[in-house]
């Protein structure tokens, strides 16, 4: 157990180290917010790896004492926390969101409120992988290493946003698109 955490904790860390290195050449805010995000996550990651260590050791020097068994649980519950903190769902980079779909509700981060969800919002648009300054076959890196699954989205909380936010994204103009003649034909 604890090797293969050492081990996690060095894989980590190296890969920390080369998102902060791939940040330098990133040319947009939205790239760089999202470099930053992924270290700032992979800082927690690794020092909850360090916890499991230290409470892994902690239990193997309290073998065969009466500690042995706080030491135990201590072990498990790092280990717990890690599995429900990083490994239960998708770790957003970007914009959060959250949707109980047992109540059909959604948790809007901005407002910090809970809302009745009666249509497709909150809309997720995934980041393409080219605005990111190559970040994606790092983070696919950092999957296949941990287990940890990330997004990279924006999240919109009624679909005007999202209109307005895929316009702007594909560089077209609405205006133009659908434009009518003189004759009534676009």
């Known amino acids: 157990m604890a090797h293969n955490t050492l081990m996690l904790v060095a894989q980590l860390s190296g890969l920390r180290i080369l998102v902060l290195a791939n940040r330098l050449g990133c040319d947009t805010e939205l790239a760089r917010s999202v470099h930053d995000s992924l270290a700032a996550k992979l800082a927690k990651m690794i020092a909850a790896q360090r916890n499991i260590l230290a409470a892994d050791r902690a239990r193997v020097a309290a073998r065969g004492t009466e500690d042995e068994e706080d030491a135990s649980y201590d072990l ?104 009518m003649t003189d004759a009534g034909h676009p």
């Open 76 to 179: 498990h519950h790092y280990q717990m926390a890690y599995y429900e903190t990083w490994l239960v769902e998708p770790v957003a980079l970007l914009d959060e969101y959250l949707v109980d779909d047992l109540t059909h509700e959604y948790f809007n981060f901005s407002t910090g409120e809970w809302h009745l969800r009666d249509s497709d919002v909150p809309i997720t648009v995934p980041v393409p992988a080219d605005k990111l300054c190559g970040l994606a076959s790092i983070i696919a890196e950092i999957e296949d290493v941990s287990g940890v699954r990330f997004s990279v989205e924006n999240v919109y909380y009624n679909e005007a946003e999202a209109e307005a936010a895929w316009w702007e994204s594909s560089g077209a103009d609405p205006d133009e698109v659908f434009a």
